[in-house]
Structures are given as C-alpha cells and as structure tokens.
C-alpha cells in the first residue's frame, strides 16, 4: 500500500502547521518583551533608592566623590565599640537560640508531633507582642528589687540581653531549623542511629546538626541581622548596642547614617552569600536543591 | 528456651490493644517473618523488640537475658527500615561504619569489617558516595550491610523491600536471604507481601489483631490453613462449607456430593465444616484420580502470563482455579459449561471461627 492510499487524518498539512507556527511567534515575542519590561521595571523599583543613598554617601566631599563617610564612620570609636558588642551579642544568641530551639525542634517532631501548633504559636508570639511590651515585662521580672536582679550587674543585663535577643530571633530561628528537620526523616533518621548504639548526642551532633546545617545557618544569619539592627531592648537596658547608636548617627550626621545603612546592607548580602556558599560546600545538601 | 524469646508480650495504644498475649521463640540463625495485614501488630511487636516501644506486659529476651528495660542502643540489634533512613551526610563507607564508630571500634578494624561488609552487599567500589547518588536498591543493600556491620544479636527488617520496584523486591529478596543464611544471623522480617514471607522463612507467623494466627513453616501455612484468615490472607482459595456425615472417616457431602476428605474431623456428624480449595487444586475437565466433579459455568477469565485463572459459578459458588497456559489452547470462553475435577483430599478443613 502506498502513503497515498492512506485515509486523510485530522492532522494538519504543513502549510498549515506552518501558518500557526507564524501566528504563535509574535504573541511569544510581545509575551516575552512584556515580562523583560515587568522585571526592569521591579529592578528600578528596587535598585534606584539604593542608588540614591549609595549616591548620596559619596557626596560628603563638596565637589568629588569620596568615601569620607565611610571613613569617618569606621573610624569613629563608637562605632567600633557598638559593632563589636552587637556582633559578640548576636554570636551568644545565635548559639543561645539554636541550644533552646533545636532540641526542641527535635523532640517536637520525635515524641510530640501533636504539640507542634501550640510551638508554632509560642513561637510566632515575639511577632504579636511588641517588642517595648517584651522589654518592660523583662524589667520588671528582673530589676535590682526582684528575686532574680539580673538587671544589678553589666554581665546580668548582657545575658538578659542576650535572651531577649534570642526571644525576638525565635520565630526565624524556629523557623529555620524546622523547615530543615521537614527535609529530613527525623524519626527514621534517629531510630536508625539509636539501634546503632548512638545516644542523643551523637544523634544531634553528627547525624542532625549536618543534615539542618544550612537552615541553621539561615536562622543564624537572621538572628544576626535582628540583633545588628535592634534598638529598643539595648536601649532600655542601656547597653552599648549598635541598633541605639545608628538612631543617634542618623539625628545628628547628615551622610554618615547613609554609609551605615550601606555597611548593614552590605553585611546582610554578605550573609546571603555565605548561605550560598554554603549550601554548595556540603555535598549531600547539593543533592536537596 | 529459644535464642530471641518474646513472651507473652502485650502492647496497648491509650484504650487500643494493638498486640494481645503474643509469644513467640526463634531459634539462633532462624529466618521468621511477621506476616498480617496493615494494623495487625507485625510492626509494634518488631518496634518492642528493638526496643523503640515498651510492652505493656510481657518479656524480650536475647540468648537469656532480659532486654526489656534496656534501651535500643544497648540491646546490639540491626534494623533495616522501610524508607531505608541512610544518613544523607554520611558516605557509604561512612554510614556502613557508623555503629562500628560508635561502639568506639579502632580505626583499622572499622575499615577492614566496612570493606568486608561492602564486598558482601555487592558494592565494594561505592564507599565514596552519597545515599543520593544510590539507587532505591543500593540504597536498601548499603542498609543491610549498615545493620550488618556492629554484628548485632539478632536482625530486624521492618519492611524493606516495599518502596522498591518488583524486579529488585525479588532480586533483593533472594541476596538478603543468601547473606542471612551466610552469616547465620537471627532475624525477624516484617511484611504483607506473602509471596516474601513464603519464599524466604524458615518459618511464617501470620498475624490478624494482635494475635498470631498461626505459626509454621511455609508449606504448612500455605497447605494447611489453621484459619479461615490464614487460608484467606495467604493466597486464594475458594471457601465451602460442608455437612459432616461421618467424623471419622471424615466424610462430608457438599452440594448433594459425597466426600471423604482423608482425615477425621473433630466436628460431629451432622454439623458444618469450612472447607478451603486452593486455585491449583482444581482441574478444567475431567481427570484421572480425581474423583470429585463440580458442574460449573465460566463467568471471568484473567489471563496472567504463565497462569490462567478462571472462575466458574457452581450451584451459586464462585469457584476459582488455575491453569498453565499452553501457546496452543486458548482460554475457556465466558459462558461456557465445564467440568471442574478435584481430589476430596485437596479441600483443606478450616477450623471453626
């Protein structure tokens, strides 16, 4: 039989085909021009500002551009001092929020996954709460006329400090943690460990800890940013923070606060960096994305 | 006493009785399966004995001691489960070795018994990699050998071959029964898969609501049913129900039919008896030594490769039995008239629920 003796089917004949194929190649270009032009769009949206202040951070120098702000403001005791304190703070409550929230995380999904809602509302609270509330409540609990006057010694305030940074870090941190123990089959994962002769320490040390490391550094990266920026439990508590000394930079400097706000973005791109990079440097967490 | 003792274990859920009064010895180096439907118990007894449950009530003993206050990282058992639970982090040769590393073994034995236990699954040259860059089936093996590895007391296999696709459930079936005969270990084996637990144990223990329905080795679970669960779960049957007309010479008539089934009956005459008949205990025709004809008519043919199974309505009874397929006989047609030969001796008695 010969391919002319076949019946005509309903498929197209390539003049046809070809005659849609042109009609569909505009309607794809105008498609793909209007997204190019959605994205710069959301670009300029996004970038302009940021230029704007990096522009204007430039400008202390009356007739050139130059990285005096920067300079002044690296240079100014003060704010070494504050930086220095908020990084050391944000290190003790980045290892503070992950000793409380990752066992807890753990045991949750383990022995109680019923309870998991109630976790999930304690911790989105400090999201509720605002933080001057937390804050006064801290100072009441523990002022130099109460039971436990943390409030009486420069190291009290700096652990109590610490704990209401972590306070404020835990709905990030918790977060962060459970949406990496979620990737994980944490149950099977622990009873394999356990029926291998590992106690709980082995399990979150080496079984645990690697497999959440990326969601822990995520939590950690923002915990750092929330303590780098806060302002009112360091001011109520008098503490030498970096949050308070941006307020007082921004009221009384003109490009300073600019070169600040272009440091802190600069950290926090930095951290989303590292996330990253760190993603890639494991080798089990390359197969997860 | 047996070498991994479960006496007379019970386990309850809040007012649920999961497992009810089960006892069960196995010998060293047996192969026993748990077999039952989902919620029957199979995995909560396997879980008490690897100490992930405590029992309500009752006892675990390895080679004489009571292991069940202890822990499940101090009763030195292997476990493979379901969904494999490799440790993404660790490589092969890592995860293999984990146990021996935690049970504070010297570098070089650990090496020597993670080389060793590679070879035995097949995978000597993976130790490099990651669970991910497995397959569902190596993934499984580097399991097995991970268990393996600690030479724990006794093996527990909750499962292990269900996420895998058929072809590797039976390649995998046989290579995990080669190894546990190699190594002479005691292990328990979990499963619903009856095709598993028969062609694997050494002996079957079908499980229905927290009870063992029976305990035996595989050709008397499939041949000599205790129950009417038993003869149901594991495998097809078709069920009759007989009148008993001489106890002793165990002969019964069904359907009008005089039979003498070949073994005295416990029930009095005049009373009913549940008989089973297998799909391969009935014959298309009429044949020789088989004295007992049922008059049917086809009503549904499944054709299944190597087997053909038919199903043909007697006096209201589905009856279903099985046939080769010859290239050159095709199958009975639906409607048709035929005979249906069997052995009285074929019927299986059931014993009363």
């Not at chain 1, 760190?278 to 390359?286: E, I, K, N, S, V």
């Not at chain 2, 546990?180 to 979990?190: A, N």
């Not at chain 2, 005049?270 to 004809?293: I, N, S």
Request: some cysteine; charged content about 15%; overall charge neutral.
């Amino acid at each position: 039989m010969t391919d002319s003796s076949l019946p005509a089917g309903p498929s197209p004949t390539p003049s046809v085909a070809k005659a849609a194929q042109t009609m569909a190649r505009p309607r794809r270009t105008v498609g793909w021009a209007l997204s190019w032009v959605v994205f710069i769009l959301g670009m300029i949206y996004f970038a302009l500002p940021l230029i704007g202040m990096i522009e204007f951070s430039l400008r202390k120098r009356r007739d050139a551009y130059s990285f005096d702000a920067y300079t002044s403001v690296i240079g100014d005791p003060q704010f070494q001092a504050t930086f220095s304190y908020s990084v050391v703070m944000s290190v003790v409550t980045i290892f503070l929020g992950m000793a409380l929230v990752l066992p807890a995380a753990l045991w949750v999904r383990i022995r109680l996954p019923g309870m998991r809602p109630v976790i999930e509302f304690i911790t989105l609270l400090p999201l509720v709460i605002p933080v001057i509330v937390i804050a006064f409540g801290y100072l009441r609990m523990f002022n130099t006329s109460s039971l436990l006057p943390m409030t009486g010694s420069i190291t009290g305030t700096n652990i109590l400090l610490a704990f209401g940074y972590a306070t404020l870090a835990l709905p990030y941190m918790y977060r962060a943690i459970d949406n990496g123990l979620r990737t994980l089959d944490v149950q099977a994962l622990t009873e394999a460990a356990q029926i291998l002769g590992a106690g709980w320490f082995t399990i979150i040390f080496r079984i645990m800890l690697p497999n959440v490391f990326t969601a822990l550094l995520s939590g950690a990266f923002l915990t750092f940013s929330i303590v780098l920026g806060e302002y009112v439990f360091a001011a109520l508590l008098d503490r030498p923070a970096f949050g308070p000394y941006m307020i007082w930079a921004g009221s009384n400097q003109a490009y300073e606060p600019a070169a600040l706000a272009v440091i802190a973005f600069t950290i926090t791109w930095g951290c989303m960096g590292l996330i990253q990079l760190a993603g890639r440097l494991f080798p089990h967490t390359r197969a997860k994305r | 006493m047996a070498y991994l003792d479960i006496d007379h274990l019970e386990k309850s859920f809040g007012a649920t009785r999961v497992v009810k009064d089960f006892s069960l010895g196995v010998e060293k180096g047996e192969f026993i399966s748990l077999l039952g439907p989902s919620g029957c118990g199979k995995t909560t007894v396997l879980r008490v004995v690897a100490g992930f449950e405590a029992p309500s009530a009752g006892a675990i003993r390895i080679d004489g001691q009571d292991v069940t206050a202890l822990r499940p990282n101090q009763r030195n058992i292997g476990m493979v489960f379901q969904a494999y639970a490799l440790f993404p982090n660790l490589t092969v040769a890592q995860n293999v070795g984990f146990g021996l590393k935690v049970a504070g073994a010297g570098r070089a034995e650990a090496a020597d018994r993670v080389k060793e236990m590679l070879h035995l699954i097949g995978l000597p040259d993976l130790g490099a990699r990651y669970p991910f860059q497995l397959s569902g089936g190596q993934q499984q093996r580097v399991a097995l050998a991970r268990a393996l590895a600690p030479r724990p007391r006794v093996l527990l296999l909750d499962e292990p071959l269900s996420a895998l696709d058929a072809k590797i459930r039976v390649s995998l079936r046989q290579e995990i029964r080669q190894i546990q005969q190699q190594l002479g270990i005691t292990t328990i084996f979990v499963t619903h898969d009856q095709e598993e637990a028969l062609s694997m144990s050494d002996r079957v223990v079908v499980m229905n609501g927290g009870i063992a329905e029976q305990v035996g080795a595989p050709f008397d679970i499939y041949n000599r049913p205790a129950t009417r669960f038993v003869a149901g779960f594991v495998g097809t049957h078709t069920a009759f129900d007989a009148v008993v007309t001489d106890p002793d010479a165990g002969a019964v008539t069904l359907g009008g039919t005089q039979m003498v089934l070949g073994q005295s009956l416990a029930a009095k005459r005049g009373a009913t008896v549940h008989l089973a008949l297998r799909p391969e205990a009935a014959h298309l025709g009429r044949v020789d030594g088989r004295e007992t004809v049922l008059t049917g008519q086809i009503s549904q043919v499944n054709f299944m490769g190597s087997i053909i199974r038919v199903t043909a309505m007697v006096g209201g009874t589905a009856v279903t039995l099985d046939t080769f397929n010859r290239p050159d006989t095709p199958p009975p047609p639906v409607g048709s008239n035929v005979d249906i030969s069997v052995a009285a001796r074929d019927f299986i008695v059931l014993e009363a629920d």
